[in-house]
């Protein structure tokens, strides 16, 4: 839903949420478009409805792009603006939690930007970003790409890379990591860590002059504190 202050990140898994894919032209939230966006919505960890329109991003897709998600100008050439679909997937997600992979880096800032740009609100759903989930699960990973993840869980990789696949093939895969995070007691841990609003690094309880307040790893770079 739309309103003044931003959705938070969380590290916690929850059993009802709209998990949600976007491809676009490029990789910067600042010169790029959407030209896809998906969700599935989910209930006691069940799929129970599905989201995907193509969008028209007003320009020409970069010939890079298009090698990576299959979509092409002619695909776009008669779907709508973003304008016009964001109503309705904001409409889908309701105040449901948000999920996805590499969300917080990436799919999060088209999104702010664009009901920053259109609606002059932002979006106030909190999210769960599984690469931040991955990192609880399988801490010693050098790389937890969405597609590492499928694989080590046996599922298929087929039709990556288009937005409702990579969405039925995320929701699965943050299930069965809910799972272990749950087994091994690593959620109750990440109870006692934040996510930075400004850097997104991991924030930790530490001891000062005046008592215990989070502070961000990120330190010395990021200096940003919160009081407990």
Excluded at 119 to 133: A, H, K
Excluded at 199 to 213: A, H, I, T
Aim: hydrophobic letters at 35%; charged letters at 25%; proline letters at 4%.
């Amino acid at each position: 839903m739309l309103g003044k202050v931003r959705g938070k990140q969380i590290s916690r898994c929850v059993p009802d949420y709209v998990l949600f894919d976007l491809e676009t032209t490029g990789i910067s939230c600042n010169y790029d478009e959407v030209i896809e966006i998906s969700a599935v919505k989910v209930r006691k960890g069940r799929i129970v409805e599905e989201f995907s329109e193509l969008v028209n991003p007003g320009r020409k897709i970069p010939r890079e792009a298009s090698m990576v998600n299959n979509i092409s100008d002619k695909m776009v050439a008669g779907a709508p603006p973003f304008e016009e679909v964001l109503p309705h997937f904001l409409a889908f997600i309701g105040n449901d939690i948000l999920a996805g992979h590499n969300i917080h880096s990436f799919d999060m800032k088209f999104l702010y930007r664009d009901c920053e740009k259109y609606f002059g609100q932002t979006l106030t759903n909190d999210y769960i970003d599984t690469l931040r989930i991955a990192k609880l699960v399988f801490p010693d990973w050098r790389h937890r790409r969405l597609g590492d993840l499928a694989e080590h869980y046996g599922i298929s990789t087929a039709g990556a890379h288009r937005a409702l696949s990579d969405c039925r093939m995320n929701q699965q895969v943050l299930e069965l990591m809910a799972k272990e995070l749950k087994a091994s007691g690593a959620e109750q841990r990440g109870s006692d860590e934040k996510i930075c609003p400004e850097c997104g690094q991991l924030m930790k309880r530490r001891n000062g002059r005046f008592g215990e307040f989070w502070g961000c790893m990120g330190y010395p770079n990021c200096r940003h504190t919160e009081n407990i």
